[in-house]
T-cell receptor, first 112, second 116 residues
Framework: EDKVVQSPLSLVVHEGDTVTLNCSYE??????LLWYKQEKKAPTFLFML????IEKKSGRLSSILDKKELFSILNITATQTGDSAVYLC????????????FGQGTRLTINP | DTEVTQTPKHLVMGMTNKKSLKCEQH?????MYWYKQKAKKPPELMFV???????INESVPSRFSPECPNSSLLNLHLHALQPEDSALYLC???????????????FGPGTRLTVL
């Protein structure tokens, strides 16, 4: 069974802290790993990772994939209250058509 | 433009009603998806359409009936729903997956459905 596991499930930090969110996976027919941020409504896309060891960066957010150890991390530096959200990790697999297998999400709360 | 639109934003229906959810994208994507998301849970895949043909049905009850009338539109017809079907219904679209590569799914804002 295809599985994506995120940790921690919940994290509360103070503004300015750095956080690391984890995502491990066991799937067949891996194609890519995606990170999404979900506030009140739709998940918004952050990163897509397909190759091991290549860091993707966008402002204070960065992510990297390890295809040998089957995990990815999402780092957020100098956190702000606007970073409070659920961060979803999803692995894209091919099963006839492409589908995303989601992890449970990490609920991140940034306190001022 | 990476926008996926969904209507309505909110829907309240009784168990005997028939209603439809609509999703539209103009990004030229040929894969479209319906997800169901309950509170504090990740999205669960319901259906995948690829080139306007149903390619994945994740054992969804027949009271949910998807339709893809053209490459830009995706509907979800609802009939005789149960209160436990109340959830956020998300539509997404992407390029059709290529071997060895990855394609991002872009999500719409969702329809919050309440079944009384």
């Amino acid at each position: 069974e295809d599985k994506v596991v995120q940790s921690p499930l919940s994290l509360v930090v103070h503004e300015g802290d750095t956080v690391t969110l984890n995502c491990s996976y066991e799937v067949t027919n891996f194609r890519s790993l995606l990170w999404y941020k979900q506030e009140k409504k739709a998940p918004t896309f952050l990163f897509m990772l397909t190759s091991s060891g290549i860091e993707k960066k966008s402002g204070r957010l960065s992510s990297i994939l390890d295809k040998k150890e089957l995990f990815s991390i999402l780092n957020i530096t100098a956190t702000q209250t606007g970073d409070s959200a659920v961060y979803l990790c999803a692995v894209r697999i091919i099963q006839g058509a492409q589908k995303l297998v989601f992890g449970q999400g990490t609920r991140l709360t940034i306190n001022p | 433009d990476t926008e996926v639109t969904q209507t309505p934003k909110h829907l309240v229906m009784g168990m005997t009603n028939k209603k439809s959810l609509k999703c539209e994208q103009h990004m030229g994507h040929r894969a479209m998806y319906w997800y169901k998301q309950k509170a504090k849970k990740p999205p669960e895949l319901m259906f995948v359409y690829s080139y306007e043909k149903l390619s994945i049905n994740e054992s969804v009850p027949s009271r949910f009936s998807p339709e893809c009338p053209n490459s830009s539109l995706l509907n979800l017809h609802l009939h005789a729903l149960q209160p436990e079907d109340s959830a956020l219904y998300l539509c997404a679209s992407s390029q059709v997956g290529r071997t060895g590569g990855g394609d991002t799914q872009y999500f719409g804002p969702g329809t919050r459905l309440t079944v009384l």
